[in-house]
């Protein structure tokens, strides 16, 4: 681990076109050695885009995995460029909105996405405002260690996953915060609802947190340039009528934002998650 975060230092120093080819690079690597990840993939794409010929969904494919080499090597870039090098390379659409909410008095929660550009999205958004995260521990020690003090740099909080009140608290005090909920969660609460097409387990913490801190939910999507110039980060308006009382109802407003942005560029999704592990009483699994 030691060795890799030498690596990531020293990539720290390259230009940012070239770090980007790289991250290609390493990304097709890692698809020609993770069969199990590509079979991931090809399920989850099979799954939401049914009626897409083949070759389209490994074109996504791989470029899903070009965008996950980038990500990686993106982390260089978080860790140790200066907000004077990091500033040209973003633009910021729609922070109107999130001025607006703020000078309403509630609080902003920037609901996200897991895009291959979602480390790098939250670093560019701090330059532009205080920002706060959840945080899950990683299995590596050393990593979960260097992660946290790294992203500590730059985010006002870094909050477990656990300790949902320090996370309201922050909300309540007008600092917008980061918040991804597509993932496979089986020991939280979850219920059913559609996404891309599929019915998907959702946490229903979302709802939960919005209503605990009085917050809007603003949709949130970093993109990569395909022109290799850098980022935009795109803010939307809140969404209405939410939470709305009705958690079934909630999901459904949370993953149909989600899948909005991931219809947009489905090249930067990360479609290696098991996105749809857990299943409805009664199904088979779907990953083998």
């Not at 230009?15 to 097709?28: D, V």
């Not at 080499?69 to 659409?93: F, Q, Y």
């Not at 909105?97 to 895009?115: C, N, P, Y």
């Not at 309201?168 to 891309?196: C, L, S």
Request: glycine content about 6%; some cysteine; charged content about 25%.
């Amino acid at each position: 681990m030691w060795i890799t975060i030498g690596l990531l230092r020293l990539v720290a120093l390259f230009p940012y076109r070239m770090q980007m080819s790289l991250g290609r690079l390493i990304g097709r690597l890692i698809q020609s050695i993770s069969k199990s990840r590509q079979r991931i993939v090809d399920i989850n794409l099979a799954l939401c885009y049914p009626d897409m010929p083949r070759s389209e969904r490994d074109r996504i494919k791989n470029a899903c995995f070009e965008n996950v080499g980038a990500s990686l090597l993106e982390m260089s870039m978080c860790w140790w460029w200066s907000e004077d090098k990091l500033r040209p390379l973003v633009e910021i659409r729609g922070k109107d909105h999130i001025d607006a909410v703020l000078e309403s008095g509630r609080g902003v929660i920037l609901l996200t996405g897991h895009f291959t550009s979602l480390e790098i999205g939250g670093r560019l958004l701090a330059l532009f405002m205080p920002l706060q995260a959840m945080y899950r521990t990683q299995k590596n020690r050393l990593f979960d260690s260097y992660l946290y003090t790294r992203r500590s740099s730059y985010l006002v909080n870094i909050i477990s996953r656990k300790n949902t009140r320090q996370l309201i608290r922050g909300i309540k005090n007008g600092v917008p915060t980061w918040y991804a909920p597509d993932q496979n969660f089986p020991h939280e609460r979850n219920v059913f609802a559609p996404f891309m097409g599929v019915q998907t387990a959702t946490i229903t913490a979302s709802s939960s947190l919005a209503q605990s801190s009085g917050a809007a939910m603003l949709p949130f999507y970093p993109e990569r340039k395909k022109d290799g110039s850098g980022y935009i980060l795109w803010i939307e308006p809140p969404l209405e009528n939410f939470p709305s009382g009705d958690d079934e109802k909630d999901a459904i407003a949370v993953n149909a934002s989600i899948e909005k942005s991931a219809r947009l560029d489905p090249d930067q999704y990360m479609w290696i998650h098991q996105r749809f592990k857990t299943r409805p009483p009664g199904e088979p699994p779907i990953y083998p």
